[in-house]
């Protein structure tokens, strides 16, 4: 079957550095997705994986291992604003199928 | 350049009732997505539009539920009768054709059928 694994809840302190974890066990890989959402609110990209390693972007990097089905989303110097969920999402196909399996995202409280 | 708009934002319905609701994505993305949230369980995909056409609906729970996208704009999914596991939130997403990954999202419809 499709799973994808994360914490539920994290917590850190303002201006610190976080890593949310996700694994995923999927029945082919094209691709490993972060989204950002606040409550209520649309869920926006953070990042795209389809090649091992780290992707950085500002503040915000993402790191892939196909053989280990392990990604991570690290998150410097926190701001209050960052308290969100945190979606992993795989895309389990190539070509023209672009549905994405999701894990049920990491709620992340920024404290002061 | 205005984003994915969803409507309604809210819905209440009695079960057996019909609901419909609609998404309006970013104007020229040919790809046009459906997922639905359930309190307490992951996003789901229901299905995915290329232009007027389905491309996948492997996710759609049952027969009744109705997606459309006449025109290749906008698109309409139509719930008839509701069920009480039919509530949630139904977000939609658009994307152009080949031209990249990211799926842009709209804010969702929060469906509560009682």
């Known amino acids: 079957g499709q799973n994808i694994d994360q914490p539920t809840e994290m917590t850190a302190t303002e201006g610190a550095i976080v890593q949310i974890n996700c694994t995923y066990q999927?029945?082919?890989?094209?691709?490993l997705f972060w989204y950002q959402q606040h409550a209520g609110e649309a869920p926006t990209f953070l990042s795209y994986n389809v090649l091992d390693g780290l992707e950085e972007k500002g503040r915000f990097s993402s790191f892939l291992s196909r053989s280990k089905g392990y990604s991570y989303l690290l998150l410097k110097e926190l701001q209050m604003k960052d308290s969100a969920s945190y979606l992993c999402?795989?895309?389990?196909?190539?070509?023209?199928?672009?549905?994405?399996?999701w894990g049920l995202g990491t709620s992340l409280a920024v404290n002061p | 350049e205005a984003g994915v708009t969803q409507f309604p934002s809210h819905s209440v319905i009695e079960k057996g009732q019909t609901v419909t609701l609609r998404c309006d994505p970013i104007s020229g993305h040919d790809n046009l997505y459906w997922y639905r949230r359930v309190m307490g369980k992951e996003i789901k995909f229901l299905l995915h539009f290329v232009k007027e056409s389905k491309q996948d609906e492997s996710g759609m729970p049952n027969n009744r539920f109705l997606a459309e996208r006449t025109g290749g704009t906008y698109s309409t999914l139509k719930v008839q009768p509701a069920e009480l596991e039919d509530s949630g939130v139904y977000f939609c997403?658009?994307?152009?054709?080949?031209?990249?990954?990211?799926?842009?999202f709209g804010p969702g419809t929060r469906l509560t059928v009682t």
């Open positions: 999402a795989v895309r389990d196909r190539a070509g023209n199928n672009r549905k994405l399996i």
């Open positions: 997403a658009s994307n152009h054709q080949g031209a990249g990954y990211e799926q842009y």
């Open positions: 999927t029945s082919g890989f094209n691709g």
